[in-house]
């Protein structure tokens, strides 16, 4: 299938100037954006619980909202996955355990009124365990019941043992998950609904999987930038990296626009942008190398004009066919899928410009660069001679 079927002479390298100084703005203001703002992270890196519920009746998110805040949820974020018909919803809350530095205060004031306590450990928020050692020996129901009067949670009471006349106690403190259904049930009465899934994920693995997702993205940009630099030349690797590299933030900017959540689907998003990306940098490099054989003594900004309108059919059909396919998830699709979809449809525009106006451009100067150094050399050995 051809669009075009007559060969087109547009000057796309004679525009290169004005683009790379748009993109430098734009590319710089992202980071600036970033450094100030922060990214919107979801459960996955910043640490939390989501919690899937299904409704047996019709039910909407700002229903579930105002149900879970008048339940003692102080800001719960509700998303509505699936169908409106199935009544289905992801709520996300900052936080693994109930015990907050707030809570695990009273709760120690609420243990010190039941007897002569000798130590009160600091309490080990990230886990929900609050340690303590007593004189006299407590009743492990007491305990709860003295804690759960505060409003926090409790899971279990557990006697460590005895030490020198002493006794140790631990409180594991319940989960989010545990206040997800006790406000629901409180600020929804008679409202029916099944928990369906509880994810957990700690502060500490939320930082791991947030480190690991960049130095995959570094990883594969490394990788790329070797095959790129063997198989043409290496003039044409800093290209290929520098593109790649305009891509990630440009993407990375529609994160901290829109302020969905950047989470682990967003770096699959962003690798396969990647890809997405090389491979239309390569099609023309490609076509450059060919032009560059057939037509040698042109200046390098012709052949690339020329490469780059060879490859025009293409690169239309391309991104048309992949931008088609995104934009049926972007109206059916929800929470994750919408995301992966909307961050894609974002690389494949930026992918295609990079190409032409980032990678190009950066392969002619270099080409310019070295053919002063190549004249500076000569006419520095025909001085000596």
């Known amino acids: 299938m051809q669009i075009i079927k007559n060969k087109t002479s547009i000057d796309f390298i004679g525009k290169r100037r004005p683009a790379l100084f748009v993109s430098s703005v734009i590319n710089i203001a992202i980071i600036v954006g970033i450094a100030i703002f922060g990214f919107n992270f979801g459960v996955d890196f910043a640490g939390g619980t989501l919690v899937e519920v299904k409704f ?55 243990i010190r009124g039941l007897g002569e306590i000798t130590e009160m450990r ?68 008679g409202k029916k609904y099944e928990v369906r899934r509880v994810d957990y994920v700690g502060p500490a693995v939320g930082k791991q999987l947030r480190n690991k997702g960049i130095m995959a993205l570094l990883y594969a940009m490394f990788a790329i930038l070797i095959y790129v630099a063997f198989r ?13 590299t305009h891509d990630i933030i440009m993407v990375a900017g529609y994160y901290l626009i829109s302020r969905r959540e950047f989470n682990l689907t967003s770096i699959a998003a962003l690798l396969t942008v990647l890809g997405y990306s090389i491979n239309d940098t390569i099609v023309i490099y490609d076509r450059i190398r060919e032009e560059m054989a057939r037509y040698k003594g042109k200046p390098l900004p012709e052949i690339i004009n020329i490469a780059v309108n060879d490859t025009l059919s293409r690169t239309i059909l391309t991104g048309g066919v992949t931008s088609l396919s995104l934009v049926g998830l972007l109206i059916f699709g929800v929470g994750e899928i919408f995301d992966f979809a909307a961050a894609m449809l974002v690389g494949i525009v930026v992918g295609t410009y990079s190409s032409v106006y980032i990678a190009s451009p950066l392969v002619i100067w270099l080409d310019e660069r070295q053919t002063r150094r190549e004249n500076s050399s000569g006419s520095m050995k025909a001085k000596t001679a």
């Open 56 to 110: 047996a009746d019709s039910i909407t998110a700002a229903e579930v909202r105002q149900a879970a805040h008048k339940g003692g949820l102080p800001d719960p974020q509700v998303q509505a996955i699936g169908g409106a018909s199935e009544n289905s919803f992801l709520l996300r809350m900052g936080g693994v355990t109930q015990l907050t530095a707030e809570a695990a205060q009273t709760a120690e004031t609420a």
């Open 122 to 189: 600091k309490p080990d928020l990230e886990n929900g365990f609050l340690n303590f050692r007593s004189k006299t020996e407590l009743e492990k129901q007491k305990i709860k019941d003295a804690i759960e009067a505060t409003g926090l949670g409790t899971k279990e009471v557990r006697f460590l043992g005895q030490e020198n006349g002493q006794f140790d106690y631990q409180v594991v403190s319940a989960g989010m998950a545990d206040k997800v259904k006790t406000a629901l049930t409180a600020g929804l009465e």
């Open 232 to 244: 043409f030349d290496l003039k044409f690797g800093p290209g290929a990296l520098l593109a790649m």
